[in-house]
């Protein structure tokens, strides 16, 4: 069984049940969830909207292997009506690179995105855990910090406490009612 982390996000219709929602399925089709965090609010990152971001971190054990797990995190977005151009499907999830230029962050009903997978350093074109970019957002590391403060990040060797306290990122995240 590995031990995965996945964080969840929308900005788009109603936030909160659409987290719920997104859970529940991941539940039904992934694995029991074992650990939640908090619901934080935050301002979207790397775009303009005025709609902020809901956010939550949930912790799975799972025997499927990473492919699959991002294979039904897709579905489970396309579900619930994510829709994402083809280039694009895999890389926003997994965080793989794609050209800068392609690279558009936007509004959206839900987000899932792999942070990480077990103590596995994962680069493939349609994966790559942990998150190449967890330790640069506070939308990510404080309700990750909420739920596995200890964690050591595989490829940086230091706690997600630690890496919570190094961040550079000022936006302002906070507890939603």
């Given amino acids: 069984m590995e031990e995965v982390y996945i964080l969840l996000g929308s900005n788009r219709g109603d936030r909160k049940n659409n987290l719920l929602n997104a859970r529940n399925l991941i539940a039904e089709v992934v694995s029991n969830i074992f650990v939640s965090s908090a619901i934080y609010e935050s301002q979207p990152w790397g775009f303009d909207d005025p709609v902020f971001f809901l956010n939550q971190v949930i912790g799975v054990n799972t025997n499927i292997t990473p492919e699959q797990l991002l294979d039904k995190l897709l579905l489970i977005e396309n579900k619930m009506g994510r829709l994402r151009s083809p280039a694009r499907n895999s890389c926003e999830i997994s965080g793989c690179e794609i050209h800068e230029q392609d690279q558009r962050?936007?509004?959206?009903?839900?987000?899932?995105?792999?942070?990480?997978?077990?103590?596995?350093?994962?680069?493939?074109?349609?994966?790559?855990?942990?998150?190449?970019?967890?330790?640069?957002?506070?939308?990510?590391?404080?309700?990750?910090?909420?739920?596995?403060?200890?964690?050591?990040?595989?490829?940086?060797?230091?706690?997600?406490?630690?890496?919570?306290?190094?961040?550079?990122?000022?936006?302002?995240?906070?507890?939603s009612d």
């Fill in 105 to 175: 962050y936007e509004a959206r009903i839900i987000d899932l995105d792999i942070l990480l997978f077990g103590n596995r350093l994962i680069f493939t074109e349609r994966l790559m855990a942990p998150h190449p970019r967890l330790h640069e957002r506070m939308f990510t590391l404080i309700p990750l910090n909420e739920v596995a403060s200890g964690y050591i990040h595989p490829l940086l060797k230091k706690t997600i406490f630690v890496l919570l306290n190094e961040c550079k990122d000022r936006s302002q995240v906070v507890l």
